[in-house]
């Protein structure tokens, strides 16, 4: 009988593909969002400002965000730009929006209205970007 060292074998689990899509899929626009937001809040810390005079800032800043993420994800799945964009966006924007609903005690108000249509329009305008932008093919001539 041969020894046992007590060392195990263990096998690596591989995921399947189209899980692993989703979970790149749904974890890379929350690193974009976080990353983004906290530069903004580091800058608004760091420069003393207030969040109420500087409210282009803030938008200006999240919808770039949304954009971006959404055109990261819509570059690795390459179709159906405008779904991709606005379903892949809904987990940071619904934070964003509860954040905010509780800080106001539960008021909606125009301000709110108004980042929620700037998020929608420009995460649909990031997918539906990166869906329509390929790569040029360069064709070698004989």
């Known amino acids: 009988m041969p020894k046992s060292t007590g060392a195990v074998k263990r096998t690596k689990v591989k995921m399947n593909a189209a899980y692993k899509n989703i979970l790149i899929s749904t ?14 809040c580091l800058m ?10 500087n409210y282009f800032l803030v938008v200006l800043s999240i919808g770039a965000a949304c ?3 959404a055109y990261v994800v819509g570059r690795r799945v390459k179709k159906n ?9 809904i987990l940071p924007v619904t934070a964003y929006i509860c954040t905010s609903l ?30 329509n932008s390929r790569p040029k093919k ?5």
């Open 81 to 89: 730009g405008l779904i991709i964009g606005i379903i892949y966006n």
């Open 102 to 131: 509780s800080l106001n005690s539960f008021k909606f108000d125009l301000r709110l209205a108004v980042l929620l249509a700037v998020y929608l329009t420009l995460s649909s305008v990031g997918g539906i970007t990166a869906v």
């Open 67 to 69: 954009f971006i993420s």
């Open 138 to 142: 360069i064709i070698k001539k004989r």
């Open 27 to 40: 974890v890379l626009p929350l690193f974009v969002h976080i990353a983004i937001t906290a530069a903004l």
């Open 44 to 53: 608004m810390f760091a420069t003393d400002m207030n969040i109420y005079d």
